[in-house]
Nanobody, 126 residues
Framework: QVQLVESGGGLVQAGGSLRLSCAPS????????MAWFRQAPGKEREFVAA????????NYADSVKGRFTISRDNSKNTVYLQMNSLKPEETAVYFC???????????????????WGQGAQVTVSS
């Protein structure tokens, strides 16, 4: 069974940094667009960042532009989300997702993604 496995979550103080990783088990996702979404308690899931299969296209939510960076290393079959200057309101479960296509909305639509990880908790303390 194909799974996406996130790692790197944890507790960080406001203004700090974390790097999330996402690695699939069971197959390679080097030909897939990948993305990160997050869901805070009591809120809907929201788009964070997406990257095309070769890294040639990236897209970010306005709220994270300039602070977060999505990248991928297809030789390691891994996608990363570097998060800097974290804010308490960004406390959420962060999910990795994979899609066989780069959607028209720049990878920002959750319904385009057919494979999801279990999520990694990120807690930002004030």
């Amino acid at each position: 069974q194909v799974q996406l496995v996130e790692s790197g979550g944890g507790l960080v103080q406001a203004g700090g940094s974390l790097r999330l990783s996402c690695a699939p088990s069971g197959r390679t996702f080097s030909n897939y667009a990948m993305a990160w979404f997050r869901q805070a308690p009591g809120k809907e899931r929201e788009f964070v960042a997406a990257i095309s299969w070769n890294g040639g296209n990236t897209n970010y939510a306005d709220s994270v532009k300039g602070r977060f960076t999505i990248s991928r290393d297809n030789s390691k079959n891994t996608v990363y989300l570097q998060m800097n200057s974290l804010k308490p309101e960004e406390t959420a479960v962060y999910f990795c997702a994979a899609s066989g296509r780069w959607g028209s909305a720049g990878g920002a639509v959750g319904q385009d993604y057919g494979c999801w990880g279990q999520g990694a908790q990120v807690t930002v303390s004030s």
